[in-house]
């Protein structure tokens, strides 16, 4: 993984990185389908996310997890008011969202701990779209249930 930091660990592949911005809860089987639809009514009601989010440093977060995060408010200030706005679209549609946020993503898992540390160059990637994913837990499967905007529906419509 990284010979400055001598870590072993198991990359999380590309198709899987995310920001988590709300955890519906924990369900032995699926999320209920009316909460996907409490959830999927309270994002569609949001426009599409257009900004860039700076992660500038890395350290170990929970269970393991490899994140990039972020100590500079200026690089996810976009990244918080959206998710504000989100859960106000939850509350709205009757559910409950936590309010405590840290802003980061997850890149591995490592037996190891690493301390927070700066990255030798920030990682900025541009955030166009909001995912309604069934993270599987302990199975490393991401089940997308919705996307706004639908990407499919605007390549049909182009």
């Known amino acids: 993984m990284n010979s400055q930091h001598a870590l072993k660990g198991t990359l999380v592949g590309a198709h899987r990185l995310h920001v988590t911005l709300f955890d519906l ?12 639809a409490l959830a999927s009514k309270a994002a569609a009601s949001l426009a599409a996310p257009a900004f860039d989010v700076v992660f500038e440093k ?18 996810v200030s976009a990244l ?22 840290t802003p ?5 898992y490592a037996r190891r701990k690493l301390e927070k540390h700066a ?11 909001l995912v309604l994913i069934d993270s599987h ?10 996307r706004w905007p639908d990407v499919a529906s605007d390549l049909s419509t182009a």
């Open 25 to 36: 809860g924990d369900y032995p089987a699926s999320v209920p389908a009316d909460r996907i």
């Open 104 to 108: 980061h993503m997850t890149v591995a």
């Open 80 to 101: 918080k008011v959206f998710r504000q706005r989100l859960g106000e679209a939850l509350a709205d549609a009757g559910l409950k969202p936590p309010r405590s946020f």
């Open 58 to 75: 890395a350290m170990s977060y929970t269970k393991g997890a490899l994140v990039l995060c972020a100590d500079d408010d200026e690089g």
């Open 119 to 129: 990255l030798e160059a920030p990682v900025r990637w541009s955030a166009a779209s």
């Open 137 to 146: 837990l302990g199975e490393g499967v991401h089940e997308v249930l919705g």
